[in-house]
């Protein structure tokens, strides 16, 4: 989906008092926790389990994993040009976005508003906000992709300016390996 239509001054009067704030390396287990919550990722539980700083996730089959290599550090997410925000209201995390700059086109990615606090116009708020950040980098055009059968994400990104310009089907392939 593009931003077709900007509307952006309309829509900040509805900020609702949520504020942003970069995300450090310091938010990576908040943002691996929202990810299972927003994206069903696979990861259920998390903890630390040694001195040596390393963090282990437990999985749904109760196999511990190793995650240093693969937790998503935001710092050094920025440095590829994804900038993760945390957004807040009263001082308490509310959700996230992720917003990436390639060339002249802004992404928005990864928006996500915990259960607890949707239906309150908290989503509309942090997607205002990334446009925000993004119309300031100077971008010709912001993007972002939504789930084909997310009605809630589509109605709330149409009812912000957005079109769809394009649609892909991706499938799961299962299959068993035999000897």
């Known amino acids: ?22 995300a450090t390396n310091a938010d990576a287990l908040e943002i691996a926790r929202q990810n299972v919550i927003y994206f069903n990722d696979e990861f259920q539980d998390f903890k630390n389990t040694s001195n040596d700083n390393k963090l282990d996730i437990i999985s749904e089959k109760s196999e511990t994993i190793i995650l240093n290599e693969e937790m998503v550090l935001p710092e050094e ?3 590829r040009g994804m900038i993760i925000y945390i957004a807040e209201k009263d001082q308490q995390i509310i959700g996230k976005i992720h ?3 390639t060339s002249k086109i802004g992404g928005i990615y990864g928006l996500g508003v915990l259960p607890e606090h949707r239906g309150k ?59």
């Open 77 to 79: 997410e920025e440095k």
């Open 121 to 179: 116009g908290f989503g509309r708020a942090i997607l205002v906000m990334g446009i925000k950040e993004l119309k300031e980098s100077n971008v010709s055009e912001v993007m972002l992709q939504v789930g084909a059968k997310n009605s809630n994400a589509l109605n709330l990104y149409k009812s912000c300016g957005f079109m769809e310009t394009s649609t892909m089907d991706y499938y799961k392939l299962e299959h068993e390996l035999t000897d």
């Open 1 to 22: 989906m593009y931003l077709k239509e900007d509307n952006l001054e309309s829509l900040q009067r509805q900020l609702h008092g949520i504020t942003f704030r970069k």
């Open 99 to 101: 917003i990436q700059l």
